[in-house]
Structure formats: C-alpha cells, structure tokens
C-alpha cells in the first residue's frame, strides 16, 4: 500500500537553530499537511499545502510541495523550546485517501 | 470554544466489555473522521463520514462501528473490546473530504 516516508525520525538541536524535516513518498499527492502534536494532545494543523511547488510559511515555519508532488518538506528557523513535539506531515493522494508520515520527533538539547 | 471535542478523555475497561467515544464538531465541517494512534505514535485513519455517509472504511475489525447521528456528531462503538485495542483515539474534522483536518483532543482507552 502507500507509504510515506518522513525522516528524520527524531532530531536534537540546539535552542535557536534552523530545523528542517521532510516526507517522501513513491505515489503522487494532491495535497499536504503539517501537524505538530503535544503530549496528550491532539495534532494541530501548521500548514496546508495544494499546489506543486507551493512555499508557504507560517510565522517561523516554511513548508514546500515538491515539484515533483511525492514530497514535502518543513522546515523551523530559530527553535524555541516550544517548538518541541512530535510534527507530522499528511498527504491526500485522492479526496478520500489520506495517510501520515510516521513523525519527527523533536527535542531541544538544555 | 472547543471545535472539536471527544468525550470521555480518558476511559479504562476490562476485556470483553463494550463502549464508546463521542465526538462533536462547532465547525459546520462535512466530513468527520477517527484515527487510532498506537504506542508508537504511528496514526492510522479508520472511518470517514461526509454528511453522515460513510466514506472511508479502512481495515477495521467489525467490533468497531462509527454512528453519525447528524454532520455534528461521528461517535465510535467497540464491541467486545480487546488487549490489542489499547490506543488514543482521535476525531477530526474537515470542511470538504479531502481538506484539512482538525482534530479533537483524543481519548486515551486502556483494555485491561
């Protein structure tokens, strides 16, 4: 079946550096989405993609359909210590069919 | 205003039993969904709902039934509940099938 492949898996940076993570994937994707989940939370929405090769940003965040529409990256420029979570792209091969990647666990290192 | 809310946030029984998790959504969102997030973070979508049909209904056991009584509500019935159905289950919410999903806080089941 469709997979999505996120990497990285889990990340520790340093308090103020730039974050980048991204998802992969052998089928073509109609539209992305970026989550960030708490603990005990449910995920939240950060950004929504629909075209290929759209860039849209959200405060620090930047996210990008890729051109060839089986990826997708997000990246957080200067990380603060609430930026850590689980963050989790999503892809809609048909208005119907959604899968998520498997996350990126982020951590920031004291 | 909570958009999206799941009652009960935390629920534990013992195998064998039968229960269920309800979900409202404030949006005037379509389409309803619930996801099952396991140990390992991974979430896997079950059911989908739009206008109260059902439109996705992914390889769930038969134990498990989604119920829309109205575009507002998608609740989730588990018969004969099981070790293995230990989970957070989560609702969302879109407009339209195919945009984007706001979820609900979750509810934690523990099957002892």
């Known amino acids: 079946g469709q997979q999505l492949n996120q990497s990285p898996q889990s990340m520790f940076i340093q308090e103020g550096e730039d974050v980048s993570m991204n998802c992969t994937s052998s089928s073509i994707f109609n539209t992305w989405l970026w989550y960030k989940q708490d603990p005990g939370e449910g995920p939240v929405l950060l950004i929504a993609?629909?075209?290929?090769?759209e860039l849209t940003s959200n405060g620090r965040l930047t996210a990008q359909f890729g051109i060839t529409r089986k990826d997708s990256f997000l990246n957080i420029s200067a990380s603060i210590p609430s930026d850590v979570g689980i963050y989790f792209c999503a892809g809609y091969s048909s208005a119907s069919k959604i899968i998520f990647g498997s996350g990126t666990r982020l951590s920031i290192r004291p | 205003d909570t958009a999206v809310s799941q009652t009960p946030k935390y629920l534990v029984t013992q195998m064998g039993n039968d229960k269920s998790i309800k979900c409202e959504q404030n949006l005037g969102h379509d389409t309803m969904y619930w996801y099952k997030q396991d140990s390992k973070k991974f979430l896997k979508i079950m059911f989908s709902y739009n206008n109260k049909e059902l439109i996705i209904n992914e390889t769930v056991p038969n134990r498990f039934s989604p119920k829309s009584p109205d575009k507002a509500h998608l609740n989730l019935h588990i018969n004969s509940l099981e070790l293995g159905d230990s989970a957070v289950y989560f609702c969302?919410?879109?407009?339209?099938?195919?945009?984007?999903?706001?979820f609900g806080p979750g509810t934690r089941l523990t099957v002892t």
């Open positions: 969302a919410s879109s407009q339209l099938a195919g945009g984007e999903q706001y």
């Open positions: 993609l629909y075209k290929a090769g």
